[in-house]
């Protein structure tokens, strides 16, 4: 993936980056995203297949700003092969959708058909029984406050 896609996907207005809006974070999410020694050329490729669905996505971790998780496996935050979000109602920060929306579920099964998918953690308010049906049969309950996780492959 180039530099120039990293760059268009930073910058479509689809992803919001937590960091940015909040004081107390050291704001490296978009670093991340534009940085090949943070974000597998995959990870990039799948969030682009899934923003291009038309979902907006506000990211709660990527790389940096997650625990290191090498531990799990290969495909982890730590080796660029993941991040951890929430679907937004649209493109302002904050406005998040309501696990329960049928739009939620969509999301989640929208993204198992996405380029290098490789699997879905659900985690607090996103871990209701209708989203781990969504997600279909690659995802596991994932640790910590409420999130969804993408994993890719590669």
Same mark, same amino acid.
Not at 53 to 58: I, T
Not at 66 to 94: E, V
Not at 100 to 108: H, K, M, N, Q
């Given at each position: 993936?180039?530099?120039? !896609?990293?760059?268009? #996907?930073?910058?479509?207005? /689809?992803?919001?980056?937590?960091?940015?809006?909040?004081?107390? !974070?050291?704001? @490296?999410? =978009?670093?991340?995203?534009?940085?090949? =020694?943070? @974000?597998?050329?995959?990870?990039?490729?799948?969030?682009?297949? #899934?923003?291009?669905?038309? &979902? /907006?996505?506000? $990211? @709660?971790?990527?790389?940096?700003?997650?625990?290191?998780?090498?531990?799990?496996?290969? /495909?982890?935050?730590?080796?660029?092969?993941?991040?951890?979000?929430?679907?937004?109602?649209?493109? $302002?920060?904050?406005? &998040?959708?309501?696990?329960?929306?049928?739009?939620?579920? =969509?999301?989640?099964?929208?993204? @198992?058909?996405?380029?290098?998918?490789?699997?879905?953690?659900? !985690?607090?308010?996103?871990?209701?029984?209708?989203?781990? !049906?969504?997600?279909?049969?690659?995802?596991?309950?994932?640790?910590?406050?409420?999130?969804?996780?993408?994993?890719?492959?590669?």
């Amino acid at each position: 993936m180039s530099a120039e !896609a990293r760059q268009t #996907l930073v910058d479509s207005g /689809h992803l919001i980056f937590q960091d940015e809006h909040d004081d107390t !974070a050291d704001p @490296t999410q =978009r670093a991340d995203f534009l940085d090949p =020694r943070y @974000t597998n050329t995959n990870l990039i490729a799948f969030t682009a297949a #899934l923003i291009a669905k038309g &979902y /907006h996505v506000e $990211i @709660t971790a990527v790389n940096r700003d997650h625990s290191d998780d090498s531990a799990l496996g290969y /495909h982890c935050h730590h080796n660029g092969f993941a991040w951890d979000g929430w679907p937004l109602t649209g493109p $302002i920060p904050g406005e &998040y959708l309501d696990q329960s929306d049928p739009v939620f579920a =969509r999301f989640l099964g929208d993204a @198992t058909s996405c380029a290098f998918y490789l699997k879905t953690g659900l !985690a607090g308010e996103a871990a209701t029984p209708e989203n781990f !049906a969504a997600a279909g049969a690659a995802v596991f309950h994932d640790d910590g406050a409420d999130h969804v996780h993408f994993e890719v492959n590669g």
